[in-house]
């Protein structure tokens, strides 16, 4: 997608610091972090919503969940962590190209409605 943001970071056409990298994903800190650590996981294939992914989309989405959990030290996970992906605008999806919000640090309450 030429005109998606991720898609950019994803093809290095923009430059971002890339903490993590494998043939599924990229992990970059989020510029705007809602916790004490807040990474973003890109799949490296674009898709824009969850019910939109392939079968092969979501094999790539859970094996993105299992290297995840191992990563904790790199990521600073060791004491918890919250996974969130936000599908659709009601949920404050900003950016049209699925990605996992990973956020720890603190305890974190969910915000009443
Ligand atoms: P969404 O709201 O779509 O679930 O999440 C998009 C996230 O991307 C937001 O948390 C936002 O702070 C982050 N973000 C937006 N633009 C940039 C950017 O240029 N660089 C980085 N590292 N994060 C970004
Ligand atoms: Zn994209």
Redo the contacts with the bound molecule.
């Keep these: 997608m030429s005109d998606c943001?991720f898609c950019k970071f994803v093809s290095g056409e923009l430059k971002?610091e890339i903490v993590y990298s494998d043939d599924d994903m990229i992990i970059?800190?989020?510029?705007?972090p809602m916790a004490k650590n807040h990474f973003?996981a890109i799949p490296k294939q674009h898709y824009k919503l969850l019910s939109e992914a392939t079968a092969d989309q979501m094999l790539a989405l859970s094996r993105m969940l299992k290297k995840i959990s191992s990563l904790s030290g790199l990521l600073g996970l060791e004491s918890g962590y919250r996974l969130v992906i936000?599908q659709g605008d009601d949920a404050?999806?900003?950016?049209f190209h699925l990605?996992i919000?990973i956020l720890s640090g603190q305890k974190m309450g969910w915000q009443p409605a």
Excluded at 28 to 32: A, Y
Excluded at 92 to 95: A, D, I, P
């Design positions: 943001l971002t970059i800190k989020d510029i705007n973003l936000n404050g999806q900003s950016v990605h919000h």
